[in-house]
């Protein structure tokens, strides 16, 4: 008896440090994936998420959608007509019906009453705004990434936290998330580290938030 007690005991010790030993494996990040995000900033959409487990064992995905401004050619934009076609990247189009050139750029006003705000950037392309100031994107891609635990999240989305975002808490961002929150290229930023891993979540004031 006294020799079987021994035993059970040894067993409970090999547990229990094999328990305080134990790590999470995962799969390493993709060779063709983390060159594309390694140390990168971006504009970016909600793209969906999803949920494992409860709790604090709960584990978490969310599609990021990267954005970036359209950008048009200056000459193009120099030598825009009346009836010319312009298509963004967002898959819109409209015809010219009258422009006007200023210090800020070329307005123009399309087909359907609709007026576009073309403005030169420092690299000499132009981005555009519609008449509602907000800028027209193109999506770049669509990634599906580990949002962890110990992820930075920012919250700067009231007008009085714009220009000093809080630190939030990881339940935060995900309340955000169960409450359907519109995370979009206006209002939105994400940060990957050196190893592609989603380490910053940026979320700012915009009108139409």
Known sequence: MKKMMTMLCALMLLLAAAGASAETVQPV???????????KQFHAALNGWSSFGE???ARYKIGVTVCEYDRFDAEMIA???KGDEIVFGNGNSTVVTALETDENGVTVKGDAFDTYYFTRQEDGRYTVYTDGDYPIWTEIFTVEVPLERDIRFLDGSEPETQDAPAAKEFSDLVRHLEDGTSFAPYNTTVTFDENGKLVEFLYTYAPWN
């Open 29 to 39: 990040p993709s060779d063709l994936l983390q060159p594309i995000l390694s140390g």
């Open 55 to 57: 709790g604090d064992e």
């Open 79 to 81: 030598q825009l007509q």
